[in-house]
């Protein structure tokens, strides 16, 4: 017979070494680091351009593996409930979360019934955080991060803000208000407005960084850690501390024309860039932002700023023990915007549009956790920013259902970069790319907040960097699709060589002759061959009828699978909602809908 006290020895042993055994399981499942530039050009990083002082995130990215064509969406909202979905925007029917301009108006939301990777993650035990911009959508409470997933949140909600101030760009009636967010649990979220957490006055991209360092630091050492650093930089406005302006001494920074007391100011008082001198191509669309060196250098300042950030991020996992079973994933939300400041080169295009520059920004995944065969490497194949949900659930070991998801797991891929990969992409509604081929069709599906832009019906349109939203005369701004071959100012019409009445700015260029070419239609497509023409120059569909319609069919598959936006109805309270968040320091933007 057994002695009782052996009996209770031999069960605490077995129990201890279970625990240590779990305890063993959590820290094999890596931390999981998710860093999400906004505005982010492919050529607005050191590794690609030498120009930009960004060693931190170079040596990172130069560490692991640069991926060459991670896709996105074309803007901010839609790429970044992609991301976070593992969907396509299509597919959940986000398009995109503002706050009503009028009372009654219906509000796209992001559909609840889709999780989020972060409370996908919370199965395996992950402590969730995230910090910057979330612009997912913030009506009621339930969308927020706070209840969508994250356990602690700080960061600001719409599409852009002041870097200094945090107040809001985006709230009509009562463009005041702050925009700044903390919730130190589900259900607790508040005002960021005490002197700890507001930080008034200091540079967003620093509040970010130190956020998320205190929080590497508190979190439990035996969980492991999802971190989703979402940076405001380097989105407008044009703000950035002179300390960064003024590495780039070099190059002009503080000196002629690009004085740092030259800039113009925010109503605030904050330095907000430079304005610009004619283009001298194109004398007569003066003043043109195209030809602006002095705000190409705040660009690269925040850049600057934004990798001294990630390398602080770095050190603070470092530090804290956690680095080696990290894998971080660096990149920009889209493209950055054809302004004369971001660059995409060689790519054409910029955010708002759907040529590869506005598609596909700098980006590139570093982790010790990488074999040897797969460090200091390139990476050309295709890749989607939803392939980050299924990569990271993944890597996580969560046993969740992938059927519905458009991304696939990257991590086999990127351990062995011979392996095949993924041969096609959703890049927009109306656009998919297949290995070498990209397939645009044009039109916008009804009751869809569509924003790829129409190619065709464009002569009469306004150049210029914002356009793409739509075409006369749903577009209000008339405004055509921003190029680096075609922008120029607001006042500028475009026409076309045959045009009776002509304007100041002729179409004469080979590349830009489509827009005056009919339409890619689902009758009439078109073509570009990414292989034999990376920058997008010449139409070819014509040319490939076979592959064209093979394509089309493809395209017109996955449409059957779109979905209409989700709506909810605005109760006309947003601004009057303020009042019940005024604080010292000003009123601030939560949820008004119940």
Known sequence: MIDPWVRT??????????????????????????????????????????????????????????????????WCAPSRGAMLSGRYPPVTGFQGAGVPSKAGQLLSVFPLEFPLLPSVLKQANYTTVMVGKYHLGFARQGDLPEERGFDRFLGYFTGG??????????????????????????????????????????????IFSTFAINEIERADASAPLFLYAAFQGVHFPLEVPKQYFERYGDQGADQGDCLWSAQANTTEGFP??????????????????????????????????????VGNITTALQ????????????MGDNGGPIDGAHDNAPLRGGKLNF??????????????????????????????????????????????????????????TLTNLSRAYRTSVLIADNILRVGRWKIVIGGARANSVESSWKIGFLKGCTLGSGGGWGLPPTNN???????????????????????????????????????????????????????????????????????????????????????????????????????????????????WLT
């Open 161 to 206: 803000e002041d870097y200094y101030s945090h107040t809001a760009s985006g709230a009509p009636g009562c463009n005041k208000a702050k925009d700044f967010w903390f919730a130190p649990a589900p259900g607790q979220g508040r005002p960021a407005a005490n002197e700890d957490l507001y930080f008034s006055g200091r540079y967003s991209t620093e």
């Open 319 to 330: 530090v804290h023990g956690r680095w080696e079973s990290t894998v971080l994933v660096f």
């Open 9 to 74: 020895a031999v069960t605490l042993h077995f129990a201890v070494m279970v625990a240590l055994w779990a305890g063993a399981c959590e820290a094999a499942k890596p931390n999981l680091v998710f860093i999400m530039a906004d505005d982010l050009g492919s050529n607005d990083v050191g590794w690609s351009d030498p120009t930009v002082k960004s060693p931190e995130i170079d040596s990172l990215a130069k560490s692991g593996i640069i991926l060459t064509t991670c896709y996105t969406w074309n």
């Open 272 to 309: 907000n860039g430079f304005v610009c001198g004619p283009n001298p191509t194109f004398p007569n669309l003066s003043p043109n932002r195209l030809d602006c060196n002095c705000n190409r250098l705040l660009v690269k300042a925040q850049v600057s700023a934004l990798s001294e950030a």
């Open 477 to 591: 701004s008339n405004m055509c699709p921003s190029d680096i071959y075609t922008s120029g100012s607001s006042r500028a019409k475009l026409s076309c060589p045959n045009d009776e009445n002509k304007t100041d700015y002729v179409v004469t260029s080979a590349v830009d002759l489509w827009l005056c070419s009919a339409p890619c239609t689902p009758t009439s497509p078109c073509l570009w061959d990414l292989e034999a023409d990376p920058y997008e120059r010449q139409e070819v569909a014509s040319r490939n009828p076979v592959v064209t319609a093979q394509l089309l069919q493809q395209l017109v598959s996955l449409q059957r699978t779109f979905r209409n936006a989700t709506t909810i109805q605005d109760n006309g309270q947003f601004c009057a909602s303020l009042k019940n968040r005024t604080t010292k320091v000003g009123s601030f933007l939560g949820p």
């Open 355 to 412: 040529f590869e520059g506005g598609i596909r920004p700098a980006a590139f995944v570093a982790s010790p956790l990488l074999p040897k065969r797969s460090s200091q490497a390139r990476y050309t194949g295709i890749i989607h920013e939803t392939d980050w949900f299924a990569t990271f659930i993944g890597l996580a070991g969560v046993d969740a259902p992938t059927t519905g998801l458009d991304g696939m797991d990257l991590w086999p």
